[in-house]
């Protein structure tokens, strides 16, 4: 977790909290599962600054800055398969993925439903 702002007499302006969690289980043979978790809080930020979410920043399959706001959470989940070909110090492997997010605004509820997801 992380954090910073800016106080002026006494006004908390330009404020960000970040919280997150990575969680790497290698215990099956040739296989790494990841979890990801994400929630990004902004308070008063010099315009024209805001939270983005899409393709560029965790939620595959939507295009770049498709979601924008002053919070947003982020949810990942990786299954990383390794095979034993290998060239030089390159090794194939394939992932299959979920992502779900969502970015909004103060005034809006964060509903479910406003989740989007993407596999593949």
């Known amino acids: ?12 302006d330009n404020g960000t909290l970040t919280a997150f969690y990575h969680h790497y ?6 296989q790494t599962l990841v979890f990801g978790a994400a929630y990004l809080r902004t308070w008063r930020m010099d315009p024209p600054f ?8 965790g939620l595959r399959g939507y295009p770049a800055r498709q979601f924008t706001g002053d919070r947003l959470l982020l949810l990942n989940f990786e299954d990383r398969l390794f095979t034993p070909v290998e060239f030089a ?14 970015a909004w605004r ?11 997801a993407s596999a593949g």
Do not use: N
């Open 89 to 102: 110090t390159l090794r194939l492997g394939f992932a299959a993925f979920c992502d779900a997010g969502m």
């Open 106 to 116: 103060p005034g809006q509820p964060a509903r479910p439903r406003d989740l989007r």
């Open 50 to 57: 805001q939270l983005v979410l899409g393709e560029d920043v």
């Open 25 to 30: 289980y290698q215990g099956l043979p040739s």
């Open 1 to 12: 977790m992380e954090g910073g702002a800016h106080l002026e007499w006494g006004r908390l």
